[in-house]
């Protein structure tokens, strides 16, 4: 089956500890996206990246951290630099990043940092 | 800047109701738009899309929606609800015309409960 993996689905991680978050997807798709949601925020594009070994800041990307070294593979690392990283991250997924194009999303990761 | 405007963020109905999630966006310029579904810890999943043509888009499972250009709206609406409908519901749009900056807007959210 093709999709989006995200792993684990829940994380927890003590104040001041990096922690990286899985992405994998076998659609082929050649733009990957990083959104964090938060309750009654919807959702907030931390990162985006349109094609392997290159990625861009989105709109709250300070604290964040991305690597885009293989097509399918598009892992997120939340420093300690991120005043408030727990939340529910949403990794997605489309065929090239157009406008018109349809993104799909993975389960989600809930991040909680105690 | 483009902006998407919710204009509920709750929408309680009862089962076999008709309902509508109300969604504005800023910019009249060429626009995508979307309704994107979320059911309680999961991701999202694409619900229908207007890019061009028929002003009245519908997906598989009873929802429509459509475009107004001249009000800048695409509501989501549905004639009957189900339990199964109760989900968190997200209006999106895209500039057309974006070039390289190709990101979705999102909307904040409505949360639909269908009570029976």
């Known amino acids: 089956d093709g999709g989006i993996t995200q792993s684990p689905k829940y994380l927890f991680r003590k104040e001041g500890q990096n922690v990286t978050l899985s992405c994998e997807q076998n659609?082929?798709?050649?733009?990957m996206y990083w959104y964090r949601q938060d309750p009654g925020q919807g959702l907030r594009l931390i990162y985006y990246s349109q094609i392997v070994n290159d990625f861009q800041k989105g709109d709250i990307a300070e604290g964040y951290s991305v690597s885009r070294e293989k097509k399918e593979s598009f892992p997120l690392t939340v420093t300690s630099a991120q005043k408030n990283p727990t939340a529910f991250y949403l990794c997605?997924?489309?065929?090239?990043?157009?406008?018109?194009?349809?993104?799909?999303f993975g389960p989600g990761t809930r991040l909680t940092v105690l | 800047a483009q902006s998407v405007t919710q204009l509920d963020s709750q929408v309680p109905v009862f089962e076999e109701a008709p309902v509508e999630l109300r969604c504005n966006y800023s910019?009249?310029?060429?626009?995508?738009l979307f309704w994107y579904v979320q059911y309680p810890n999961q991701g999202l999943q694409l619900l229908l899309k207007y890019l061009s043509g028929s002003t009245l888009v519908e997906s598989i499972n009873g929802f429509e929606a459509e475009f107004n250009k001249s009000q800048t709206s695409f509501h989501l609406r549905k004639p009957s609800v189900h339990i199964s409908d109760t989900a968190e519901y997200f209006c999106?749009?895209?500039?057309?015309?974006?070039?390289?900056?190709?990101?979705?807007?999102w909307g904040l959210g409505t949360s639909l409960a269908v009570n029976p």
């Open positions: 910019s009249s310029v060429s626009v995508y």
């Open positions: 659609l082929n798709h050649d733009a």
């Open positions: 999106a749009v895209s500039d057309a015309n974006a070039g390289n900056n190709r990101k979705l807007i």
């Open positions: 997605a997924s489309s065929p090239g990043g157009l406008p018109a194009d349809t993104q799909y």
